[in-house]
């Protein structure tokens, strides 16, 4: 999908609303290994291991939104992010689409 180190798993928080699910496309932004190079982005999102289906902490990238075909994505794990970390990546995607 274009995203992540080849051979490797790309992982992505949907950002789509319900509302949509009838849609064969999903709304997402993707995952990547925390650094500390992101900690100083406001539009990197840290989002705990213990809320991902990875052995490590993540970080939602807010500003590479993209969509994707239901059909391109396998069968996995998931994990569910919390009320709160789901708010920042929200408060952030208001600053992306400049709400």
């Known amino acids: 999908?274009?995203?992540g180190a080849e051979g490797r798993r790309e992982h992505f928080v949907v950002i789509q609303g319900d509302f949509l699910s009838s849609l064969e496309?999903?709304?997402v932004?993707?995952?990547?290994?925390?650094a500390s190079f992101y900690?100083?982005?406001p539009l990197a999102i840290a989002i705990p291991k213990s809320e991902t289906s990875?052995?490590?902490?993540?970080?939602?990238l807010v500003h590479l939104p993209s969509y994707f075909s239901l059909e391109k994505f396998?069968?996995?794990p998931t994990g569910r992010?919390?009320?709160?970390?789901?708010?920042k990546v929200d408060?952030?995607?208001?600053?992306?689409?400049?709400l």
């Open 39 to 41: 900690d100083e982005n």
């Open 25 to 27: 496309t999903v709304i």
């Open 54 to 60: 990875t052995l490590r902490a993540q970080v939602a």
């Open 29 to 34: 932004v993707p995952l990547d290994d925390h």
């Open 1 to 3: 999908m274009g995203f």
């Open 81 to 87: 992010l919390s009320s709160r970390t789901m708010a």
């Open 91 to 98: 408060d952030a995607l208001r600053i992306v689409l400049d």
């Open 74 to 76: 396998d069968a996995a």
